[in-house]
């Protein structure tokens, strides 16, 4: 068997301390599965590097489900069907899912999304196209809601989300900043915060009256070890603001009509897409993660195993 006819698996050593890096995880070569009556099996071509599996990898009960060590990394991927035993799928379409972070993998197809690459590069399915974009335009447009004129403050502004999260805060007439003091003389209608601990707490001194602070993320705190919450609280009882939390997918039955409008805007130049593709095999992904961690991106990681 060629090295190419094997799987190759990431696997979760054990719950990292601080920046996950190399030695937290492990790859592990494995048959090439086969699909069952039912099944299919998918080539991944590009893993995403979403910053919420350090929060899954945590030794701790915060997140909706969690990785133990010996399991599958969690990770979404977009890639191509290359053998189907199940009526609904064909060979060479092109796919995006929670697959875990391995070459291949076998589906029943559930979970599983058809991606239209005429519509959108296959990589975007898993940036602004996919839950980097969709959590950017769900969180803001029906949250927070901007009105032309006002000032969305941003966290994380150079990242999958928050990269998207400017645009579209612009794209209401909104004017968005991703620094604070300095380029916010005025309070801020919509924070939208990405990072959580002292940046966030930081923020929050600048909340408009009414306004809302939404909670999409807490990136410094996923590696925290005892997880720290904001001291100036105070200032949304002064200025009768709000603290929201959010999760995309509770918005899945309308991903599509959202895609629809971000697929206008791309065509009319309104709206890109920022990617960061390291190029690699899973073997890589330990080290794309950390530097993701260091803020090595600018929009949506992705690692890019087309060989
Ligand atoms: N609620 C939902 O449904 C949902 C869905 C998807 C994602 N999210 C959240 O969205 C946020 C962004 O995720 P993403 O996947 O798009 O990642 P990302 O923003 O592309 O990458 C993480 C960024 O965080 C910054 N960062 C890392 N450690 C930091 C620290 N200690 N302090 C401040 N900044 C730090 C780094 O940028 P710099 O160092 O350059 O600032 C890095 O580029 C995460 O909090 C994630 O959990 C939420």
Not at 229 to 246: C, D, E, K
Request: charged share 20%.
């Amino acid at each position: 068997m060629t090295n190419e006819a094997q799987n190759l698996q990431l696997r979760l050593k054990q719950h990292p301390t601080g920046i996950a890096g190399p030695g937290d995880f492990e790859c592990v070569t494995e048959a090439m599965p086969t699909p069952a009556e039912g099944e299919l099996l998918v080539q991944t071509h590009y893993v995403g590097l979403d910053a919420a599996l350090r929060l899954i990898v945590r030794d701790s009960d915060e997140f909706l489900f969690r990785v133990q060590p010996g399991d599958l990394v969690f990770g979404s991927i977009a890639g191509q069907v290359i053998e189907s035993r199940n009526a609904d799928w064909r060979v060479g379409d092109y796919v995006t899912g929670s697959l875990g972070v391995q070459r291949y993998a076998i589906s029943t197809g559930e979970g599983l999304e058809r991606c239209d690459i005429e519509a959108m590069p296959l990589s975007s399915w898993l940036g602004g196209y996919g839950v980097s974009g969709l959590t950017a335009y769900f969180a803001l447009y029906e949250v927070c809601k901007p009105q032309p004129g006002q000032t969305v403050l941003v966290t994380g502004a150079a990242g999958a989300v928050g990269s998207m999260v400017g645009q579209f805060a612009k794209l209401a007439g909104a004017r968005a900043v991703g620094q604070l003091d300095a380029a916010t003389p005025k309070l801020a209608d919509v924070i939208f915060d990405n990072v959580g601990g002292e940046v966030f707490d930081a923020t929050l001194k600048r909340i408009s009256l009414g306004g809302v602070a939404l909670l999409c993320g807490s990136v410094s705190q996923y590696v925290a070890e005892e997880m720290q919450g904001p001291s100036n609280y105070v200032h949304l009882g002064t200025m009768r603001a709000s603290l929201q939390g959010f999760v995309v997918y509770d918005y899945a039955e309308r991903f599509e009509m959202a895609r629809e409008h971000m697929s206008n805007w791309v065509k009319s130049g309104q709206l890109q897409m920022p990617e960061h593709k390291v190029k690699g095999d899973i073997d890589s992904f330990p080290e794309a993660f950390k530097e993701l961690y260091e803020g090595a991106n600018r929009g949506k990681m992705l690692l890019d195993i087309r060989g």
